[in-house]
């Protein structure tokens, strides 16, 4: 949007740029779910709560 408010692009490249970007975050969030849901059934099938993970996607609050 910024640079097409600057005259860098016009109006079809900027649209298809923020299409490309929201479909990106929805693939991503997509595999998250996908990623929930098959540990959820592993904790099911093994009848265990799981380790914790060594990624944590949860955004960490920033200290000064």
């Given at each position: 949007?910024?640079?097409y408010?600057?005259?860098?692009?016009?109006?079809?490249t900027?649209?298809?740029?923020?299409?490309?970007?929201?479909?990106?975050?929805?693939?991503?969030?997509?595999?998250?779910?996908?990623?929930?849901?098959?540990?959820?059934e592993?904790?099911?099938?093994?009848?265990?709560?799981?380790?914790?993970?060594?990624?944590?996607?949860?955004?960490?609050?920033?200290?000064?």
């Amino acid at each position: 949007a910024a640079a097409y408010a600057r005259g860098e692009l016009d109006i079809t490249t900027a649209v298809l740029a923020q299409r490309q970007h929201t479909d990106a975050q929805a693939g991503y969030l997509d595999a998250v779910l996908a990623f929930d849901r098959a540990a959820i059934e592993l904790e099911g099938a093994v009848g265990a709560p799981l380790p914790a993970f060594a990624i944590d996607d949860t955004e960490k609050e920033s200290k000064p």
